[in-house]
């Protein structure tokens, strides 16, 4: 069953001189226990993509549903991760993580026990009174994760979340978030990572949708057959990103590639 059906979407903007076309003809969904990555070049719409299947957008032309119906607002069920962590600076850490949940009317008591599972599920025991300032950007990022992660959404939905990052940190958080996607205890079903990152979308995702420059348009969908703990070095995994490098830089298609190898490529349920 699909979660999310992206339907013919198509965005623009408009300019003093007209319009400026951001995507077309988009068309994809994200499934039951999915984890799926878009990869494409800069400025070819994938974060406004995010921002339409939240709900804080609209389409110029076409639908999106969520659970089959369509997104006309802000979409409950869905939750955002975002790239420069997006953390009030004035509130705390477990302020926070709890925001969402004020903003959802939960009361207190019930808030408060939600923000100390998601403080102890993303690590941040300790530094539940500390401020975003006091801590490291690998830090900010859990906050973001655990805030997103609190409210409990059915789709989680990532803008390229690690790209601020180290790389040492960055790789330490790849593996915890796929951690948790597989926990069939915790949300979410499903996963939407939007990112630049090739190797990471491959080491990532079950799928990946790759646009073509702006305007954006599906070139293909790219099935990643292989089991996971995933290694980059392995020749299947140099070979499939290869294939994606090569439908971005030369703007060819390619057949969806088989299926999920040994029961590894959706969510345990």
């Avoid at 990532?158 to 069939?184: C, H, K």
Wanted: charged content about 25%.
């Amino acid at each position: 069953m699909a979660l999310i059906r992206v339907d013919h979407v198509d965005k623009s903007f408009p300019t003093r001189h007209g319009s400026i076309a951001i995507m077309q003809e988009i068309t994809f969904d994200v499934r039951d226990a999915d984890f799926l990555a878009i990869v494409g070049p800069s400025g070819c719409g994938k974060s406004s993509l995010l921002r339409l299947i939240q709900g804080l957008d609209r389409p110029t032309r076409g639908t999106i549903y969520f659970r089959d119906r369509p997104v006309e607002g802000v979409a409950r069920g869905m939750a955002m991760v975002f790239q420069n962590f997006a953390l009030f600076p004035w509130l705390t850490i477990n302020q926070n993580v709890a925001f969402g949940l004020e903003a959802l009317g939960w009361p207190p008591e019930k808030i408060g026990a939600q923000v100390e599972r998601y403080i102890s599920v993303t690590g941040l025991e300790g530094f539940e009174e500390a401020y975003p300032r006091e801590i490291s950007g690998g830090m900010r990022q859990r906050v973001g994760l655990a805030r997103a992660l609190a409210v409990e959404p059915e789709v989680l939905l990532m803008d390229e979340p690690f790209s601020a990052l180290d790389p040492l940190t960055a790789e330490g958080l790849r593996e915890e978030v796929l951690q948790l996607w597989r926990d069939p205890q915790l949300p979410p079903e499903a996963v939407l990572l939007v990112t630049h990152n090739i190797e990471e979308a491959i080491q990532l995702a079950d799928r990946v949708v790759v646009l073509s420059r702006r305007p954006g348009h599906v070139l293909a969908e790219v099935v990643i057959d292989l089991p996971r703990p995933r290694d980059r070095k392995s020749p299947a995994f140099y070979e499939l990103t290869d294939r994606v490098y090569s439908l971005i830089t030369e703007g060819g298609t390619v057949a969806s590639q088989g299926t999920a190898s040994n029961g590894e490529g959706g969510r345990p349920g």
